[in-house]
Each structure stands twice: as structure tokens, then as C-alpha cells.
């Protein structure tokens, strides 16, 4: 273990990654939850550090499989995966709350603790860490400010909008600044104009180097932001639009 | 440890925001206990009132006929030299003829007179001792010593008697143990039970606890701190409720003329058991209840 920028403790390894060594990468990854039917099958993909890539199809894809794939939520049948240098096949389980760290994860449904305010929501991953209560304050009143909340911050969840709740999720994403978000249709519970703002928040935090894999089935935000598209059909990898992430 | 205070913190907190669940598991908890107390104070009090029948409790040994006092006397000396004799009385022909005309009642009195005595009264009667026992388990070996002495003849032994004292007593005590036994390992269920509830409604909280990184001891910590709390205030609880009902009934049955034992002498005892029997179960109640939930790793949790 060592400090790592924020003096937050994270793995070594997470900070281990060569050059050109992709951040995310599945490699012939099969997952079936039960008899039959394949969520993913034989995917093969590399995300690189720095990318914003989508990734698209229809409910029952497979897109929310390939999230908990990543983030060790789940396991896969057949295939490695590789995530911040991470080997996830070999990672032992109480490995796995480190490995966490490592990325931000904002949900469809926002996930946010009921009985914790804006401020505490945000302050846990912080908390987790063992941050000190002057690093927590700074950190969450900066991170708040960033998606725009600051005045929000003594709000409790239900006394949000979804767009609300969801720059809050953001929030807590960002604040031990990792090296990689993942979002599962982050826009789902969201209204058009927020949904928006929330990508936009996206693609600056992607600009600062973080990079960004967001799942959505919302066509005419992928067609705006024009960036890689990984398409999923039936589990299995249909298009991956490599030329979008070149700009 | 930093954010140990903060998990302290979180333990409390949770103890209120569950209100509910926590006046429940600290009811359950302190009728456990009351029943635990009622269970100590009886078997301390029956205790006390075997202790008080076992000192009343004396044999009466008897010399041969023929010893003279001087023999009897001696006899006498080397019985209480004898290390489980509690307390040793001399009685002499006379008080042998005394209680003999006692027992049998004044008609009998006109009787003795005309027996022959010689120049000693009731000199047709042994050499007595009254002989009570410190450890009424060493009974037998006792009486064997005592009948080994010389000039001893026989002993009076209420063997019977004896006996079932010290089977009361046994009976009382394991059945007390059991009973507590018992009650601990329901409180245990319980308490446990009412855990997971709140625990199932706190199982999106659990997950989202780890999607964002904290490790299960970070997770568990507040909830075994709220076991404790609920723990330490049922037994304070308890404490007074033991008291309470303790000093009620000690009115009733000490107007009866039968005395007991004051609830301040076993004070610190029933904190004592309350205290480490709130802490224990509060503790692993919340450990087995968690447990479950801390083995998953965030998607079984789902319900969406
Ligand atoms: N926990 C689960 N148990 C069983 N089947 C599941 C589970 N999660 C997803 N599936 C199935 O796997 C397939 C892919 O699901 P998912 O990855 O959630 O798709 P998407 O997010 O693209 O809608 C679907 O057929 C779904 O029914
Ligand atoms: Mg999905």
C-alpha cells in the first residue's frame, strides 16, 4: 500500500499501469447467470487510459452484466478481466473494497444512503478511506461545488430531484479521484435537460484524464457526444466504434 | 484508529434511527434478564435458607455406657479437633436427663425419679456432644472419623435429612444454570433475529457501503456497536427492573417471617451477569446477523 496523491490509501498496483496498458480489458469474457442463456459471450475489449466510451443495446443486452463484470460485482464464467492493473480473476476477495477505490461508480438508481445528507453521501467513500475530517470537508465541499450542489449539501436524498440525486452520485464518484468511472445508464432516472448536464460532467472529468465508460440506451445523447460506441446485442460484442474515441 | 470515532458515531445513530427495532431487541433483552436475575436471586436465597438449616443441623454422639467423664471429655476434645466439625457442645448426664424428660413430655418427669441413679444423676445415661458440620458433603467421612474415637458408641445421625439439603441445593443450582443457559441462547436468537430485520432493510445500504470500497470490518463496526449499546441498556434496565420487583416480593415473603437476602449483597453479581450477558449478545448478535450479507458481494442483494 502506499498514499496516493489525495493521501488516500489505494493498492500499488492501481498505480502500476505501464504505458499503453488498457485500463479495462476482457479477454474472451463468457458470463451466464443460469443454464442457457449467455448475459455476455466471448467478449473481447480494450479501453485505454483517457477514453469516453458508450456503451449501447437493447434491455437484456448484456450492458449491466459488463458493469458488475468490472466493477467484481460479479464473475465471469470463462475469459480474464483486467481492470487498473488488476488481475480480477486472481484477486482475492478482501482485495476487493481496494480495488473499489480505484474507480467511481454512479448507478441508475442513484444508490444513495437515505439516511445520510448530501454531505455524508459523499463523505462515506472519503470516510472509507480514513481520510482526516479537515481532507473530508474540503474535499466533498469542492467535489459538491463541481456538479454544482454546494448549497445542497445539509439535503437528505428524497429531498432531491433525480437530477439532483444523480450529480450527487457523481460526486461521490469523483471524490477519491480515481482513475476510472463507471456509470450504468446514469440518465435513466434523470430528465432530458439534467441528463445533458450530467454528461457534459462526464466528458470534463474525462478531459482531466479519468476514463469514462457510461452505459445508456439513449441514442440521441451518443449521436451528440460523438465518442467510441460499444454496441451489445444478445451478449455479444455487434459494433465497437473506435473511430468515434479519435475524434 | 480515525474513523473509529465516526463508526462510533454511525453506532449510536443507528440505535435511533432504528428506534423501533431497538425498543424491541432491549425489551426481549431485559425479560431475558429479569429472568435471569429471578433465577440468581432465588437460587442465592434458597441457597441462603440451606445454609441457615444445615447450621441447625447437629448430630448427637454418644459414648459406651461405661465411660467415665473423664474418658468422655477426652473423646470430646478429639472431636472438635476433627476439621469439618463446625461447632461441638458437651452434654452431660444430667442435661441428657433433662432433654430426655423434654422430648418425652412432664408425665414421664415422675418416672425418672424412681430410677435408680446412684449419687449421679442420669448416670445410667452415656456422655452426650452436639456436633454441627462445616461441609455437609464430607457428612459420611465425618461420622466414620468420629465413630473411630475411642469410647465413642454410636452416632445420631439424621443422614435423611442431610442428604436431601445437599440434593436441594444441587438441583437448585444446575437448575438455575440450565435456565440461564437456556435464556442466554434465546436472547441470542432474538436479539440476532431482530438485527437481520433491520439488517434487510438495510441491505441496499450494505451495498452501496461496498460498491464504494469499505471493507466488511468497516461495515460491520457500527452494527456491532449498536448490539452493545442495546446490550448495556437493557442491562442497566434490567438492573433496576430485577430491583424493583426484587424489593416487592422481598416485602411480602419478609412479613411472612421469612428472611432474605439483601438485593444490595448481590448487587454487583446480577450487574455483573447483566452487563457481560448484554455485551456478549449484542456483540455476537450483530456478527451472526451481518454475517450474511457481508459474504455477498453486492449484486444478490438486488431486488431492481
Ligand atoms: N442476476 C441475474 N440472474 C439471472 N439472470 C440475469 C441476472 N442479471 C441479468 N440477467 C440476465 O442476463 C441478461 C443480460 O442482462 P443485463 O446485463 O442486465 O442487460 P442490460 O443491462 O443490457 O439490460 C438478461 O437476459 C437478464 O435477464
Ligand atoms: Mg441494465
Redesign the interface.
Known amino acids: 500500500m502506499h498514499k496516493g496523491k489525495q493521501g488516500i490509501i489505494i493498492r500499488k498496483e492501481a498505480f502500476e499501469l505501464e504505458m499503453g496498458q488498457p485500463v479495462i480489458e476482457f479477454d474472451g469474457v463468457t458470463k451466464t447467470y443460469q443454464k442457457g442463456m449467455h448475459a455476455l459471450n466471448d467478449v473481447n475489449i480494450k479501453i485505454h487510459k483517457g477514453e469516453f466510451v458508450f456503451v449501447v443495446g437493447r434491455s437484456g443486452a448484456g450492458k449491466s452484466t459488463f458493469i458488475k463484470l468490472i466493477m467484481r460485482e460479479e464473475t465471469p464464467n470463462t475469459g480474464d478481466i483486467y481492470v487498473n492493473g488488476y488481475n480480477l480473476s486472481k484477486m482475492r476477495r478482501r482485495d476487493i473494497p481496494y480495488f473499489r477505490r480505484s474507480m467511481g461508480i454512479v448507478f441508475q438508481d442513484f444508490r444513495l444512503i437515505p439516511t445520510m445528507n448530501v454531505f455524508d453521501n459523499v463523505a462515506f467513500s472519503l470516510r472509507v478511506v480514513g481520510a482526516s475530517n479537515r481532507e473530508i470537508k474540503r474535499r466533498v465541499a469542492q467535489v459538491l461545488s463541481m456538479v454544482d450542489l454546494g448549497s445542497r449539501a445539509r439535503a437528505y436524498p428524497r429531498e432531491l430531484s433525480g437530477g439532483e440525486q444523480q450529480r450527487v452520485g457523481l460526486a461521490r464518484a469523483l471524490i477519491n479521484n480515481p482513475a476510472l468511472i463507471i456509470a450504468d445508464e446514469p440518465t435513466g432516472n434523470v430528465d432530458p435537460n439534467m441528463s445533458y448536464e450530467i454528461v457534459e460532467l462526464l466528458t470534463e472529468i474525462n478531459r482531466r484524464g479519468t476514463t469514462v465508460v457510461m452505459v445508456t440506451h439513449e441514442h440521441q445523447l451518443v449521436r451528440d457526444f460523438n465518442r467510441r460506441v460499444i454496441m451489445l446485442e444478445n451478449g455479444r460484442v455487434v459494433a465497437d466504434n473506435l473511430e468515434g474515441a479519435m475524434e | 484508529?480515525?474513523?473509529f470515532r465516526?463508526l462510533v458515531k454511525e453506532g449510536f445513530?443507528n440505535v435511533w434511527?432504528n428506534r423501533l427495532m431497538s425498543v424491541a431487541s432491549i425489551g426481549v433483552l431485559v425479560a431475558v434478564m429479569v429472568l435471569i436475575g429471578a433465577a440468581i436471586l432465588l437460587s442465592v436465597n434458597v441457597d441462603m435458607m440451606l445454609n441457615t438449616l444445615q447450621e441447625q443441623n447437629v448430630v448427637m454422639v454418644y459414648t459406651v455406657d461405661k465411660a467415665t467423664e473423664a474418658q468422655a471429655r477426652e473423646a470430646f476434645s478429639k472431636v472438635q479437633k476433627i476439621s469439618n466439625v463446625a461447632s461441638a457442645e458437651f452434654v452431660t448426664q444430667e442435661d441428657g436427663v433433662k432433654s430426655l424428660i423434654n422430648d418425652m413430655g412432664d408425665q414421664y418427669k415422675e418416672l425418672f425419679e424412681f430410677v435408680d441413679d446412684g449419687d449421679q444423676k442420669g448416670s445410667w445415661l452415656p456422655f452426650g456432644m452436639r456436633v454441627s458440620f462445616k461441609d455437609l458433603k464430607k457428612f459420611d467421612e465425618t461420622i466414620s472419623e468420629i465413630k473411630k474415637i475411642e469410647n465413642i458408641d454410636h452416632v445420631n445421625d439424621q443422614r435423611e435429612l442431610t442428604a436431601k439439603i445437599v440434593n436441594i441445593r444441587n438441583l437448585v443450582n444446575s437448575a438455575g444454570l440450565i435456565i440461564i443457559g437456556l435464556l442466554f441462547i434465546t436472547a441470542l436468537v432474538i436479539i440476532a433475529n431482530t438485527i437481520k430485520i433491520t439488517m434487510h432493510t438495510r441491505k441496499?445500504?450494505i451495498?452501496?457501503?461496498?460498491?464504494?470500497?469499505?471493507?466488511?470490518h468497516?461495515i460491520r463496526t457500527p452494527f456491532v456497536i449498536e448490539g452493545i449499546l442495546l446490550g448495556l441498556i437493557s442491562a442497566i434496565i434490567s438492573t433496576l427492573a430485577t430491583y424493583g420487583l426484587y424489593t416487592v416480593v422481598a416485602n411480602k415473603v419478609t412479613s411472612m417471617s421469612v428472611s432474605v437476602v439483601p438485593f444490595m449483597s448481590v448487587l454487583w453479581i446480577v450487574i455483573g451477569v447483566f452487563l457481560v450477558l448484554g455485551v456478549i449478545t449484542g456483540c455476537i448478535g450483530s456478527i451472526i446477523s451481518i454475517g450474511k450479507y457481508l459474504r455477498k458481494?453486492?449484486?444478490e442483494f438486488r431486488a431492481?
Open positions: 484508529m480515525r474513523s465516526y445513530k434511527s441496499l445500504e451495498s452501496i457501503m461496498k460498491a464504494v470500497g469499505a471493507t466488511n468497516f458481494e453486492g449484486s431492481f
